[in-house]
């Protein structure tokens, strides 16, 4: 038997830079193909913000990082794991992989600390003492201890937000990604979940980021890619992609947006 708590390799080892490299990805949905011949890079400690009109791809492509998509053909790596290898056990892949959601997803009949225990429970076989004194750390980090008994319908988004990060952070992600979790709070909310993503920025969490928020993009971004018709048309470093952009329909997607 092995222990399960141990059990998981480490994504990446010291003489790899790549926590998620993207080979000429393509992904249909029958007919309609969603995402053309995708390249990309992302280095340990990074922050990738990914933006791109409505329908581009942005979820579609998160998803297939985290091998909730089938990949109809190229190569994804999370550190030495080709995602696309059949022998590769993907439920080992994702212990690596933490997703924060537009709707937060938290389950409506669990309390707060019940939400963040449930994998370290059911995935690492933490003992139930163990697993609330993490979540209650955990919920410490993103500013909610006194909420941990409480039931998500109590909470406002922002907070259900910081708990679902909270979550996603409680396997020990070694990348974090998020699919626009500041688009359904309502604006008074949307700087406290800022607040705790910037945070994990600053400690060094590999990060890639699907958001509108063009400020934070710039702010809290190494790189930032635009996606459009399914390929990433430009990308660089926030200066380059907000100051000078090249391709028109960056300057077509900027215009509206900024
Ligand atoms: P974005 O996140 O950039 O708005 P998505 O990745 O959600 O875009 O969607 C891209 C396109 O793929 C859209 O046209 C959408 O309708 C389609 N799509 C996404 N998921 C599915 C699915 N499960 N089945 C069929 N079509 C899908
Ligand atoms: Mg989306």
Redesign the pocket.
Known sequence: MTNPETSTIPLVTDDETNVIRIENLHKS??E?E?LRGVNAEVKSGEVVCVI??????????LRCINGLETITSGNIWLGGYNLSDEKVDLNEVRKHVGMVFQHFNLFPNMTVVENITLAPIQVKKYSDDRARKEALELLRRVGLEDKADARPASLSGGQKQRVAIARALAMNPEIMLFDEATSALDPEMVGEVLGVIRSLADEGMTMVL?THEMGFAREVADRVAF?DAGVIQEHGSPEDIFGAPKSPRLKDFLSKVL
């Open positions: 949905f029958g309609h969603v791109g009109p409505s329908g581009s791809g942005k979820s579609t492509l699907v996606i």
